[in-house]
């Protein structure tokens, strides 16, 4: 059996060895192909391919020279920066309150609720990306940052991992801060929601890799060029009558670095909160 589980692991690792290979790849040859011009990137593509004697800094140094194009990037890096923390901060608030409610209070009907917001995870966005583009044209929410963002702010997933979470909490805490004299609303501030940092922790990551990289419906609803994200922006850089292959390349890997930072602040609590109620004591 020892001979069998060595066997077992020795594949195990090999399998995700590849598979961690094949997930890093594109990361790695679009880092070092922003160390290459342009026209290298036309004529080799993305590779691995190290040729060290054709690879300078100077897509990046042209991305931070304070030129027409630098600064149209970092207009558009800041206006991602404004709308991701808009975003990870009304959509935590928004769905910890939801939870709440459907995890904490005893209601007729509750699990019926909790079943049409799950069931609103079934309908693809592409179905009511119409519905909803016709509604902000109604609201007079087109070229907003609120027409953006209002539309993704309840999310169900969001909803549903909180629950999740909030599901394994004593409910005896309530009883008790009624005791104290505390409202419900100060009960959910005061004494769950410190409870609940690792599933904001975690939650926090994923709605900001989430409006990051959110680039269809800022798309359709931004009219004005000064408000584009990133996403937004860089996707400005392909023409068919050129393309910015430098500044695109520099500016596409400078902009992982938002969420990878966001990421190592959280990882403790990410990984917290995602094996939450693995095991039971």
């Known amino acids: 059996m020892n001979g069998k589980n060595k066997?077992?692991?020795?594949?195990?690792?090999?399998?995700?060895?590849?598979?961690?290979?094949?997930?890093?790849?594109?990361?790695?040859?679009?880092?070092?192909?922003?160390?290459?011009?342009?026209r290298e990137l036309i004529r080799r593509?993305?590779?691995?391919?190290?040729?060290?004697?054709?690879?300078?800094?100077?897509?990046?140094?042209?991305?931070?020279?304070?030129?027409?194009?630098?600064?149209?990037?970092?207009?558009?890096?800041?206006?991602?920066?404004?709308?991701?923390?808009?975003?990870?901060?009304?959509?935590?608030?928004?769905?910890?309150?939801?939870?709440?409610?459907?995890?904490?209070?005893?209601?007729?009907?509750?699990?019926?609720?909790?079943?049409l917001v799950i069931a609103t995870m079934m309908v693809p966005f592409e179905i009511l990306m119409l519905p909803l583009y016709q509604e902000m044209i109604n609201l007079n929410l087109i070229n907003t940052?609120?027409?953006?963002?209002?539309?993704?702010?309840?999310?169900?997933?969001?909803?549903?991992?909180?629950?999740?979470?909030?599901?394994?909490?004593?409910?005896?805490?309530?009883?008790?801060?009624r005791i104290d004299g505390a409202t419900e609303f100060g009960i959910s501030i005061r004494i769950m929601m410190p409870i609940t940092k690792p599933a904001f922790a975690a939650m926090a990551i994923l709605c900001a890799m989430g409006a990051w990289n959110n680039m269809l419906w800022p798309m359709l609803v931004y009219r004005d060029a000064a408000k584009f994200t990133l996403p937004i922006g860089l996707n400005t850089l392909l023409t068919p009558y050129g393309n910015n292959y430098d500044l695109l390349i520099a500016g596409s890997m400078f902009a992982i670095f938002p969420v990878l930072v966001v990421f190592l602040c959280f990882q403790k609590y990410f990984i917290e909160g995602m094996t939450v109620g693995a095991v039971k004591g």
């Open 7 to 38: 066997i077992l692991t020795a594949l195990g690792t090999c399998f995700f060895a590849c598979l961690c290979f094949f997930i890093l790849f594109p990361v790695l040859a679009g880092f070092l192909a922003s160390f290459r011009p342009g």
């Open 45 to 115: 593509g993305l590779s691995i391919h190290t040729d060290f004697s054709a690879m300078t800094l100077d897509n990046y140094k042209y991305l931070f020279s304070c030129n027409a194009d630098s600064r149209k990037y970092f207009m558009w890096f800041k206006n991602s920066m404004i709308l991701t923390l808009l975003a990870v901060v009304l959509t935590l608030l928004i769905c910890y309150f939801v939870a709440y409610g459907l995890t904490m209070y005893e209601y007729r009907l509750k699990n019926l609720l909790f079943f």
């Open 145 to 177: 940052t609120a027409g953006v963002l209002l539309p993704g702010l309840c999310s169900a997933s969001t909803i549903f991992f909180f629950r999740q979470y909030m599901i394994s909490l004593p409910k005896e805490l309530l009883d008790a801060g």
